[in-house]
């Protein structure tokens, strides 16, 4: 696949924002070309955000993705907002602990992981961002774990290199869902 | 049944737009009351400003015109020449009021424009992601102050009360609080007494609010009740500044 | 019709906005139109109107917006500097759809520049009044006669369109005397159901915003607005064509350096040249069809204008850059002389002849 | 016969400001409701105990709650 | 060359301007733009810099004029309402002959308008940026890495040619993130011996200062400076072109849009049509060489914007009205889609082949 | 032969452009003698208003900057910031520092901006022609309150020094006046002070000035010292309104 | 003479900015085109003012009379600034009083009307610039003296009424100089 | 021998300040000159009287007059 045109969505605090850098990240270390975008404005405060990525072979053109290959969504809003949008063949990431499937569509393939009921079990509260992402991972392979660990090391900020470790369980413990 | 409170019918149906436990709602509420308690919905044209309570406009349910940041007392008094019987009022954070709308704030006082001003001072920038204000205390970190507001290079808080009071035109000026329920009793009486004296005719009034902003400030909304009475009181004095009735009565 | 009487430009146009039913004005000094508050100051205690100085420019502009809000006829002037410190409350104004009149007597620039007359706020007024996609309707009066009657004129449009009016002067046309009559008219200013003015429990609360969250709502409204515009620019031009029958050199100018162009021609045509003057009367919307007709036999074009050459580009579209277009200009507060002029009507038509 | 608290569970943003301030402890915020907009709304849990003091409604910011008196 | 980091537009721009020498930042706060000021807040401090809040953004553009003065390098940073507010600073700083760094994070207009992405600011910024015959460089980069290498470029030619630079970019650009790295380049600040920087008993006492009383003296003044216009416009426009050799149809388009133009032609390619882009990078000076260049081939042109359409006219222009010049764009903070301008080039295409 | 009294190195030899018997000159006489006296012409930069003091920066012999009218604060404010070893002053009139630099004023005076401000009042635009100013006082007659300065309409003359005393970042404002031989040698004393804090790093000094504009007063030069003294000082007295040296001293 | 264009100058309060609009206003009872432009800004304070008139059977173009056909100067300045640009043939008229003409042209007619002596010794203190007006109708018969009482009328403000006669007086006065 | 006051009589406006505060009502207008700006300069009537207290040049706004003590 030449391309990813991703949407992560959920509401603020879910590190929605944060799960897109680390795939961006992921996509540069891999030399690839990726841009990533925020949903901004008051919109964001108490409501929903979201974030486009794109990772690509070439220059980016629109870092809006308005037709996304893959769908993280986080929250029953966000699902509802975006699963029409999906390209047909997509995959589509929800947390299902959060996300009561309301509309289901035959033609993407719908990956339910219940991470934020995970999270908790597994002491990795506040990380079921990155349950999704190994989710994402295993089912689109757009990188190496190698990459994405390195990735995760460029975007968790030094003072929260304690958990780093954390993250990485959280993103294999995805993998396997 | 009797009804003890309910929501203020100078309120529309529109869900407010602040964060969870954002006493901004409060503020509105107390406006609100206001001014249906005394009866002038009809002929009350509010202004609203640029900051989170930009679209007061669509939660108050009297006439409503919204101002370029900062320039609310302007549009105010260009409103009050323009309609004689107007209650007009304007709804400012202390962004809009005490950064870029010094010198129209100065002037609507010093002028004695026949306006009420509800200044929230919540010493912070909401709408912008949290911002320094002029009114953010000293040490206080902010996006625009990330290692505290350093006095030496960023200068001092403004006392908005105190400042306005030196002026001849102002006809009241109280500082409030919105932190506790007797507290919002006072800053009723307060905001209302503000909008006696416009129908009166006796000219400028304000009314600062000491307002939380816990998206903000990073504290729950109830950590914010207490961060508000805890650093802020102590350097914004509550209490009146000015009161030409007072004054007068003397 | 009543009396002539002399009047400076810029209190001709102080009255003539009392007589359009205008009781609100709010300025703040500058030279060269300082008269108009003066005038002001003294008439609007005596019918009843409000002049207020304020504070600033930037704070007049918000009082014609609030006043405006409210549903009255209500003015503001000021001069280049003033201007751009008004420009966001302007883009307010439009995005608002309110109606008012702003003066622009224009000085040198940029900067605080000098005194003297000038032309080189065109751009500023007919592109770029403010930010985002916004205009403001321009009129150009060449004489304190015609300045009477556009203010009529841009109060009465500005209300049908919904649309802020700005007269474009300078300060020659401000600080000049010259015979005037008022016009004995009736006015009705339109119906304002969208004032926010007190609903008096009587109808849903009106709200004044430029505010749209959601850009879908923001280009709905930029594109209804824009429709407006196509209505004043197909409906709206005004233009002055003089000796252009047979021209082979036609001169566009506006304003006080229409008024040297003119008498360039004269000249000319007394020296036995074929030139002709446009001289548009508004600026946006550009009179396009008055230039195509008044240029059909010209060869050349040559715009005289007091800056750089701002609505050359202007002439050159409105032509679709089909015949070469020359510019003669002044800046700085130096008024171009009819000599000057003529003289480059001589090398142009010289050049054609060739 | 009790006094009656209402809470709009939809306008509600579950900021707890109501439960900080009720002198009887009554008012609480529901952990297993969801509304619309992902809060969990604030409920009286004793109704009984309250003596309508109103409280919670005054310092509720968006005006959620209505209290009425037998 | 260093390490490729993910890095917003805004934080880039912050970034590169401390490595260009910039030490002195006044801002105040809005939105798209506000991490310019946030990034800034936090690393002046650290390379000895000043970052400072201004009370408004006229004070702030005042700010800028006097440390500009003093001979520092010096920018500030806002989004469309916050730019009108600062015209009559940006008129007085070019007036004053001044260098520094103004950003325009453009958002949808007019009045407050909304906070999503637009490039409705283009006429103002080009055209007006305030009263008087005065102009700004715009420059109008389209990637992260782009607006890095633009900001170096500008402090540079600022002080070269004493003329303000602006960057216009919008929300979409300011927020995202794109791999950047930061050239590492010595920079040399050009000699100031204009400053007013104190005299030290060792020089007569400078002034800077936009007032000239005397008319001529004003002429004077902006006839050099069109001078250094005309240097600028002969030496410094830049623009890409893609896939321009062979086009039909060629699309213009900067910044943001050039983005989705860019996906669209490329989609376009890939469907036969022969269709390329020309990106200006500068605004003003307007590239039109290189539009005749890459338009040598084409039929139509399509001119991509968020707007309502304001390039528009500067592309006719350059093209002498000598080729059809048509308009796709969206304004108020919707961002085009690249299908939208495929649809569009094929409309066009179809209409060229017929 | 010793000099008693002669015209300032500081000063320029260009020909004030002032009307005759206008006492802006005299305050740019002090302005310059000050400077002089404490050896810092060098370092220091002034900033001129937009007013009949405008082409100051011909008539100082430091370096000069004309700011937009009402910002020279925010002028002296970069200049200040990129010049940390200079010596920053501003010169403004009343319509310039008291209506539309109010803001600017109130925020480099808040935020101790290590500046120097002299600011002549003298009660009315003189540049433009005589119109109203904030501090024109009640029932005064100017081009723009033609009928006298009516409070109920144009508001109350504001009082600089006494409303910016209440800002914690000012660290010295006193009102002086130069309408005689006694009174011009307090004021030198008041603005070399001002300069001394400068120099010291105090922060924001103001120093009003009471200054005649017999043009636009209609009076003779020697009457306008008059009407200043009789009308002027009543209302505006002079002294100091905030000296955190004395503080300090106490 | 289809157009008169002329020059009035002085020191500020000389009244040459009035003495123009007395002559505009003939002008205009005339049923003639006219303008009337004076120098404005700070240079008129303590300097010199100046006004612009012109009176012509057709519209006025330029106001800003740059050869003037007159030339009406009460101070030396003034007299130095403009008489260059007289045109040949040109009236210059001066209050001889104050104007020590060091230039001479052959090709201009020059009055010299000792007008403030004048004035002083008549008891017209302060209106040498009607004597001047007076000397200026006589000169160049630009209107009858009915039209000139006509448009004094109109240009003394009602307040300063009792003055008209005064005036009146002054320019008869000039016109016999 | 007297002291000296020099008047710069190009640059003095007439403007009376300094005849204003003399305590020796020494220096007047002197209403026969007239300066190439076209007014009436200050001068000293009799020189012998002249204390040099310097009033006159204090309050001289154009700084037209020096002031020299034997
Ligand atoms: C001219 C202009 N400058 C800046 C902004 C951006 N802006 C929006 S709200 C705001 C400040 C809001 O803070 P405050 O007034 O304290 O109100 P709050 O949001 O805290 O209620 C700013 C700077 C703007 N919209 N317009
Ligand atoms: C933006 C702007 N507004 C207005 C003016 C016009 N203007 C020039 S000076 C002045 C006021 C001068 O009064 P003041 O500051 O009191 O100084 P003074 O002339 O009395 O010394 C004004 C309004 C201007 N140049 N720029
Ligand atoms: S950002 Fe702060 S002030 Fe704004 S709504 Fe949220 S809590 Fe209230
Ligand atoms: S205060 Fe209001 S919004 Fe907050 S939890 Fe209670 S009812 Fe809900
Ligand atoms: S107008 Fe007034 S303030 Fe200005 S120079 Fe003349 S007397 Fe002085
Ligand atoms: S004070 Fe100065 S300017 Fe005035 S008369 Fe005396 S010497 Fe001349």
Known sequence: ?177 | MTTVYEKSKMLTDAPMSYCPGCTHGIIHKLVAESISELGVEGRTVGVAPVGCSVMAYNFFACDMVQAPHGRAPAVATGLARALPEGVIFTYQGDGDLAAIGTAETVHAASRGENIVIIFVNNAIYGMTGGQMAPTTLPGQVTQTSPYGRDVKTAGYPIRICEMLATLDGTAYAERVSVNSVPNIRKAKKAIKKAFENQIAGRGFSIVEVLSTCPTNWGLTPVEALKWLEENMTPYYPLGVYKDITAEEGK | ?354 | ?70
């Open chain 4, 1 to 70: 016969m009790a006094n009656r608290v209402t809470v709009n569970e939809q306008i509600c943003k579950g900021c707890g400001l109501c439960t900080s301030v009720c002198p009887k402890k009554i008012m609480v915020i529901d952990r297993d409701k969801l509304n619309a907009k992902g809060y969990n709304p604030a409920t009286v849990s004793d109704i009984e105990k309250c003596i309508a003091c109103a409280m919670c409604a005054i310092m509720c910011p968006d005006s959620a709650i209505k209290v009425e008196k037998e």
């Open chain 3, 1 to 354: 019709m009543a009396e002539r009487i002399l009047m400076k430009g810029n209190e001709a146009i102080a009255e003539a906005a009392i007589r359009a039913g205008c009781r609100h004005f709010f300025g703040y000094p500058i030279t060269p139109q300082t008269e108009v508050s003066a005038y002001l100051a003294k008439r609007m205690p005596k019918v009843g109107g409000c002049f207020l100085q304020a504070e600033s420019e930037v704070a007049a502009i918000n009082m014609v917006l609030g006043a405006a809000a409210a549903g009255v006829r209500v003015m503001t002037s000021s001069s280049s500097p003033g201007i751009s410190l008004k420009s966001e409350g302007i883009s307010y104004i439009i995005g608002s759809d309110l109606p008012c009149v702003i003066l622009n007597i224009q000085r040198g620039g940029p900067g605080l520049g000098g005194i003297q007359p000038s032309q080189a706020d065109y751009n500023q007024a007919t592109k770029a009044p403010g930010h985002g996609d916004a205009h403001v309707m321009v009129f150009a009066p060449s004489t304190v006669q015609e300045m009477v009657t556009c203010i009529f004129d841009m109060f009465d449009l500005s209300e049908q369109y919904r649309v802020p009016a700005m007269l474009l002067g300078d300060g020659l046309l401000g600080q000049m005397m010259e015979p005037v009559e008022f016009p004995d008219v009736k006015v009705t200013p339109a119906e304002k159901p969208w004032a926010a003015n007190g609903h008096q429990n009587k109808r849903e609360h009106n709200v004044v915003n430029s505010l749209y969250l959601q850009p879908d709502q923001l280009e709905a409204k930029n594109i209804e607005r824009f429709e407006r515009y196509a209505q004043i620019q197909a409906n709206e031009t005004r233009a002055e064509a003089f000796e252009t029958e047979d021209c082979d050199v036609l001169v566009v100018a506006y304003g006080a350096s229409s008024r040297i162009a003119r008498s360039a021609v004269m000249n000319a045509r007394a020296q036995g040249l074929k030139v002709g003057l446009l001289r548009p009367i508004t600026l946006w919307p550009f009179p396009k069809k008055e230039l195509l007709k008044a240029s059909k036999t010209a060869k050349d074009i040559l715009v005289v204008e007091m800056s750089m050459g701002q609505m050359v580009d202007d002439v050159k579209l409105a032509l679709e850059c089909k015949k070469p277009v020359h510019f003669f200009g002044h800046t700085g507060g130096i008024i171009p002389t009819p000599a000057e002029v003529l003289e480059q009507l001589k090398t142009i038509a010289g050049g054609a002849a060739k």
């Open chain 1, 1 to 177: 696949m030449a391309s990813y045109n991703m949407v992560f969505a959920g509401f603020g605090g879910q590190g929605v924002l944060f799960t897109g850098k680390v795939v961006a990240y992921a996509g540069l270390i891999d030399g690839k070309e990726v841009s990533w975008l925020p949903s901004y404005g008051p919109e964001m405060r108490g409501g929903t955000a979201n974030c486009s990525v794109c990772i690509s072979d070439l220059p980016v053109g629109s870092p809006l993705v308005t037709e996304p290959d893959v769908l993280i969504a986080m929250n029953g809003p966000s699902y509802d907002k975006f699963i029409d949008a999906v390209k047909p063949g997509g995959v589509v990431i929800i947390d299902s602990s959060l996300v009561n499937p309301s509309k289901r569509r035959e033609d993407v393939t719908l990956c339910e992981v219940p991470a934020t009921a995970l999270s908790n079990e597994e002491h990795l509260e506040g990380i079921a961002n990155m349950i999704l992402l190994g989710k994402l991972l295993e089912s689109t392979g757009f990188a190496s774990m190698e990459t994405v660990e390195q990735s995760v090391q460029k975007c968790v900020p030094a003072s929260k290199a304690h958990l780093l470790e954390h993250n990485l369980r959280a993103i294999r413990l995805g993998m396997e869902q």
